[in-house]
């Protein structure tokens, strides 16, 4: 079992700087059981691009947040985004505002651990290649 705060059992000592993050679609944030809070316009959104009501959109895809504030999107039984599909997600022209901000404005604290592009931006610093001392170089 790898320590929680390891990747590839390389030490999480330093958070990654996100400036150039590019998703890679591996999709690992959309397998993280958690809340995908709607915004007030969002379920109208994507009914609309699925083609539903408003109404039986949210009776089939979303649920009430335990603080009664929003809604979210209804899980898979594996804990994935209900609308994550093998080829990437379903509603990726329409998707939450949570989605489209995530690593920037908010990330899980397993992130480092499970994105894809995050594990080769440390596993990148860790191989970095060495150049050698010329002082210490012999002609």
């Not at 959309?30 to 959104?45: M, Q």
């Amino acid at each position: 079992m790898r320590p929680e705060n390891s990747v590839d059992n390389m030490p999480l000592n330093k958070e990654l700087d996100l400036t150039d993050f590019h998703c890679i679609q591996c999709h690992a944030c959309c397998r993280e059981s958690g809340y995908v809070r709607l915004g007030p316009e969002e379920p109208d959104a994507i009914a609309q691009y699925l083609g539903l009501d408003v109404h039986t959109f949210t009776n089939t895809y979303t649920r009430l947040t335990r603080d009664r504030q929003t809604l979210s999107l209804i899980e898979q039984t594996d804990g994935a985004c209900i609308f994550l599909t093998d080829k990437g997600c379903k509603i990726q022209p329409v998707k939450p505002v949570q989605c489209e901000n995530f690593p920037h404005k908010w990330k899980f604290s397993n992130f480092e651990n499970i994105c894809e592009w995050a594990k080769q931006q440390r596993q990148n610093k860790n191989h970095m290649p060495r150049i050698p001392n010329p002082s210490s170089s012999s002609k």
